[in-house]
């Protein structure tokens, strides 16, 4: 089957009843190699990229060749998931890759840098919001009962909270 008979089978999983996708769209989800979608918003930008990826996902579930997709925000990124989910593709596995440009770099490149760097120690790379909600939940735990200003924003100052070890001398 061709990308286009295959499309017909996937549409009625993703798209609402009776819709399909327009011409300009088909054309993106049929086309060969590295494509750039520049649409204004609710345009259908995450569909055709849901859909075509779970093309391709399915076209080389049985080699050694990947897929990768890079987009902004996690919100794209949980939606073209959740899509995918629609057409049966629920684990994506390396050489597949579907995430933001900051995971696609962690995963990566840092990682691996890291690494060379420090051997073999496990560490683990966060991005800023868990980060954020790790310093919070770690400052919360342990401020004082007085403090009553927000959490520092970790983006704006770098706070770092110590741990230390008060030993009372006799």
């Not at 840092?110 to 760097?117: G, V």
């Amino acid at each position: 089957m061709n990308i286009l008979e295959n499309l017909k089978i996937i549409t009625p999983k993703i798209l609402p009843s009776g819709c399909d996708f327009f011409d300009q769209q088909k054309e993106v989800i049929s086309a060969e190699g590295s494509i750039d979608i520049v649409a204004g918003p609710g345009s259908g930008k995450t569909t055709v990229l849901t859909a075509k990826c779970g093309l391709l996902l399915n076209d080389t579930a049985q080699s050694d060749k990947g897929t990768c997709l890079i987009t902004h925000t996690n919100v794209a990124v949980d939606e073209i998931r959740t899509g995918l989910k629609k057409l049966g593709i629920n684990d994506i596995e390396y050489p597949n890759f579907i995430g933001t440009i900051q995971e696609f770099f962690n995963s990566f490149f840092a990682k691996k840098a890291f690494h060379i760097i420090i051997g073999e120690k496990t560490f683990n790379v966060v991005d800023d919001e868990e980060y954020q909600d790790k310093f919070e939940k770690l400052f919360d735990d342990r401020k004082p009962d007085w403090y009553l200003v927000n959490n520092p924003n970790v983006k704006k100052c770098n706070p770092q909270i110590l741990f230390t070890l008060h030993i009372e001398m006799p």
